[in-house]
């Protein structure tokens, strides 16, 4: 079947392309700014448990498609709140971008 071969191939060259966008975009942008390890750490525990909630709704999904549709109100009510919960930062100041002064642009500043 080289149909379900040349499917396999193209979703690899998309992973591996996503995969060099994403490094891309997380080098290109960070100014020499280095990030800690417990940042490193906590940004593993984010992925970690955004992945233990997505594949959890989506069992729930393919579950209540077989025995009922209670499970899909209950799961669309659990992925609304934790969106609701993920945007809830926006009130509170806490997603504003960081500026950073380097020496350079404060002795420029001074003159």
Same mark, same amino acid.
């Given at each position: 079947?080289?149909g379900?071969?040349?499917?396999?191939?193209?979703?690899?060259?998309?992973?591996?392309?996503?995969?060099?966008?994403?490094?891309?975009?997380?080098?290109?942008?960070?100014?020499?700014?280095?990030?800690?390890?417990?940042?490193?750490?906590?940004?593993?525990?984010?992925?970690?448990?955004? *992945? #233990?909630? /997505?594949? %959890?709704?989506m =069992?729930? !999904?393919? +579950? @209540?498609? $077989? &025995?009922?549709?209670?499970?899909?109100?209950?799961? *669309? #009510?659990? /992925?609304? %709140?934790?969106? =609701?919960? !993920?945007? +809830? @930062?926006? $009130? &509170?100041?806490?997603?504003?971008?960081?500026?950073?002064?380097?020496?350079?642009?404060?002795?420029?500043e001074?003159?």
């Amino acid at each position: 079947m080289p149909g379900g071969w040349v499917a396999v191939i193209v979703l690899i060259l998309l992973l591996a392309g996503a995969a060099y966008v994403t490094y891309e975009g997380w080098t290109a942008h960070s100014g020499g700014i280095e990030l800690p390890d417990w940042g490193y750490a906590l940004l593993g525990v984010g992925v970690i448990f955004g *992945l #233990v909630i /997505g594949c %959890g709704l989506m =069992a729930l !999904a393919f +579950y @209540s498609s $077989r &025995r009922g549709y209670v499970g899909v109100i209950f799961g *669309l #009510v659990i /992925g609304c %709140g934790l969106m =609701a919960l !993920a945007f +809830y @930062s926006s $009130r &509170r100041g806490y997603d504003e971008p960081t500026v950073v002064e380097h020496d350079d642009q404060k002795s420029e500043e001074r003159r």
